[in-house]
């Protein structure tokens, strides 16, 4: 019999504040500190240890997540060389060429979005896409809303979704839920197939019947963001190159077996190798050497802004977990989740599908600050206190909790979400969170009952 004490009730109703704020649209890092704080001071029995408690936490967070913002920082700066020498103009020009109706048109933007997406992370590849198949989409009648529409879904839904590449959303999740990266990534893989087969059939069939109602639609002109390329063989080669070498990492992984923050490793070292080999070709060694230092900060502060609330969030409930518990508080510190987990079992009924649903809404309710990433700490929590119960498979529980999540809240149905798609369109941001709004609840209901089903 699982008895909860002081400290199980302040993280239920920390929790419970935090999901209260967020129904709010309101940042949830401060309440997430005072949390740490509450934690410590019940654990430790002194304001000091509480103080220390919230900086042990922060730091050991950030240790959890440090590979992940390393090779996100690393493509970044990477994404950058590529940009300034042409190579992205070049890398999408074939796409282009493909490009010849409407349906055509929607389906090329978003292949190219998810692609890029995996490989760079949709922030980035919004600019390359955007710049180069907009016009090309433009010219076949496709009306900029739809091109977002497809920009959109399939980049900031499906390419940040599932990460599979730089795995950053996989690896927050599973370490929050206790479990193996590689091993959520499996679980994702079917409720993503649901999730995407679902959102973007829903989403084409009623992009049809909006143009049948509004033809006027496809006589929206879009800007042509395209730029001169100076030296055009160099563009070629490296347009090329990076692709042939981060297909080549998948190679080796597949080959080799690397996995988890092993495969992290070869895709960060990788995509600073071909940093540094781009800038170097594109300005000669002596330039390069404070270019390249220009794009290591630039990618560097795109991570930074990315993760810094995520780090305090994550270091909240990863309070949950034992070892990371053990590892701030003492010794002696009890898996919270664990422990909550074990007494809803033995005082609420729970079904599979209250459990699937439950894990959902938290998602979608923990999306809504836009980020996309900062309720994966929740998500992947919730899903190793469910799974205490015994009744539930805590990486498909998971899985569904992280596609729930980026789905809402990376980009797609969240206004200030959509802004950079919105912007580089030319459209308004609410406008293009309207039109994704059926789609991906849709995708998210089919994707629950799969889920139910699969648990």
Known sequence: MVTLTSLHIAYIVITVAVLAALLLKKEIVLPCALGILI????????????????????????????????VIALVVAMSHAMIAVGADQMLMRPVGRIIRTRNTAFWAIGLAMLIVSWL??????????????LPVASRVGLPAIWAAVAMNLFGHGAGLSSDFFI????????????VDTVTVMRASLPLWTVMCITTFAVAFFLMHRDLK???????????????TIERPRLAITIAVLIPAALLFDVGLMVRFGITGGDATALVAGTALILM????????????ALEIATDHLRDGFIFAIKIFAPVIVIAGFFFLGSESFAQTVLGPDARGLLSDIGLWLAEHVPLSHASIAVLETAVGAITGLDGSGFSGLPLCGALAQTFAATGSVDVATLAALGQISTVWVGGGTIIPWGCVPVAAICGIKA?????????PVVCGLAATTIAAIILM
């Open 120 to 133: 760079i992370w949709p922030s980035p590849a919004v600019a390359l896409i955007g710049a180069l198949l």
């Open 276 to 287: 540094s080999v781009t800038t170097i070709a594109d300005h000669g060694v002596r330039n």
């Open 213 to 227: 109602q509004n033809p006027s639609l496809a006589t929206v002109e879009l800007h042509d963001f395209s730029r």
């Open 167 to 178: 795995q950053g959303a996989p690896d927050i999740t599973a370490t929050a839920a206790g």
């Open 430 to 438: 609410a406008d293009l969170a309207k039109k994704n709004l059926i």
């Open 39 to 70: 934690i410590g001071y019940l654990y430790k029995g002194s304001l000091i240890g509480a103080v220390q408690t919230l900086n042990n936490a922060i730091i050991h967070s950030c240790v959890e997540l440090l590979s992940i913002i390393v």
